[in-house]
């Protein structure tokens, strides 16, 4: 099993984002992680199109974008062409989730859905077999830098439980207090993708801590 490790640029030096860009590319990472917030969705603003399309330019491993805003809908074939690969919304922001992923697919993009802590998996049942990625939150989103919610790791083994049978290629993301301290338990309870902001950027040598997180994941012993 190849697991993701998906570095958050909402952690990078926004006043060198070239050179954390190339770290990034550099290094053993797959994806860039890139959060999108509204200041309505969630309580803070992080940036946008103009942004988005700068990274675009030097990254080179695709975009999982990460959409904390309301009303995606509106956006998703502008941050197709700004070059995601991957477009998340969360399942509290979509009155018609369904008809929203298909918008997804639409625009070429894998489709993804997040969800808080306190949403349930199974509230995605009924749309499971569209869905190529679910982000579970490990934090209330809006910003990096906070503590794990322990109650994630149920969440994943709920979500295996979910697929079972019906969507087994689904990518189990999880996003918020991911770190060398706790990767190797969230690739047991059954995660393959890992977002991390804080744990990879606020270390001396970024590129050292995500090969040592990937290092991690192909050691631990996934159920
Ligand atoms: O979606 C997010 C915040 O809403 C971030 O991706 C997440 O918090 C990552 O930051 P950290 O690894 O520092 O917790």
Known sequence: MNY?????????DF????RDIEMINQSEAN???????DGVFVPNISFGFPVMAAVKKHAAKPLDVHL???????YIEEFAKAGADRITVHYEACTHLHRTIQLIKASGCKAGVALNPHTPVTL?????????LVLIMSVNPGFGGQAFIHNTYKKIK???NLIQGVNEDLVIEVDGGVG?????????????AFVAGNAIFATENPTDTIAKMKQLTSNAVSI
């Open 4 to 12: 993701i490790i998906a570095p958050s640029i909402l952690s990078a």
């Open 15 to 18: 006043g060198n984002l070239q």
């Open 31 to 37: 994806w860039f992680h890139v959060d999108v917030m």
């Open 68 to 74: 904390m805003i309301v009303e995606p809908d509106k």
């Open 124 to 132: 995605l049942q009924d749309v499971i077999e569209d869905l190529d």
């Open 158 to 160: 709920d979500l295996k």
């Open 180 to 192: 060398l301290q706790n990767i190797a338990t969230l690739v047991s309870a059954g995660a393959n």
